[in-house]
């Protein structure tokens, strides 16, 4: 039998009656989420034709993997579409870009090594910082290589960083992690941004 307090906690507010009302906006957001799917497709086209013009020096994973693209409702209780591509992923060793739509926050696109993958492209990014902060990238900081949001206790921007602490960073982790954001205002330009941002990433890397 429910009590009286937790009815009431049932019940909805004005502004949540409202919504409830409104299939308006669900409608909405779908139409946006198809359309960051789109945008993603169109992107995940654009790094198939990079990576393979630069088969020459890329390990044959990355040149043999595919793009995936999922969606969810619940990072941080918020919706999100995620892109990844090109994508290795095991326990120890990890080469991934990921692009990342989160609701009500921002497009990021991150680089993200571990393992044999870091250990070959790690004195390429400690020589290429200039880069990074020309581009207003940021390094993860945080021990969990899975968390995405852009606070000060996950990530650092690379522009407020000496060469030593940027390094420190790189070498004491067991992981890279590296992302530039983009504001959710930036819509229209986003296409060209974020193919811009993976070939910032090629250039970071390159051999």
């Known amino acids: 039998m429910l009590l009286m307090n937790d009815i009431s906690k049932l019940n909805l507010s004005d502004e949540e009656l409202q919504l409830v009302n409104n299939s308006d906006w669900i409608l909405t957001k779908r139409t946006i989420i198809d359309k960051v799917y789109r945008l993603f497709g169109n992107l995940a ?27 969810g409702e619940n990072y941080l209780q918020l919706p999100y579409v995620l892109l990844d591509y090109p994508r290795c ?17 921002f ?13 070959i492209f790690v004195e390429n990014i400690c020589n ?9 990238f940021y390094i993860c900081v945080n021990e969990n290589q899975w968390q995405h949001y852009f606070e000060e206790d996950n990530y650092s921007s690379v522009n407020q960083l000496t ?28 296409s060209g941004l974020l193919e811009r941002s993976f070939a910032d990433i090629m250039r970071l890397i390159k051999t």
């Open 89 to 105: 992923f095991d326990t120890e060793n990890v080469f991934a870009v990921r692009t990342m739509f989160w609701w009500g926050n």
């Open 45 to 71: 086209d654009t790094i198939k034709t990079t990576i393979e013009e630069e088969s020459n020096w890329l390990p044959a994973e990355v040149l043999q993997s595919t793009p995936k693209i999922s969606k």
């Open 128 to 136: 290429n910082k200039d880069v990074l902060v020309q581009n207003n």
């Open 163 to 190: 060469e030593k602490e940027f390094e420190q960073i790189i070498m004491q982790k067991q992981f890279v992690k590296l992302a530039v954001k983009f504001n959710l205002q930036q819509w229209k330009d986003m």
């Open 107 to 119: 497009f990021s696109m991150t680089l993200q090594l571990s393992g044999t993958y870091k250990k």
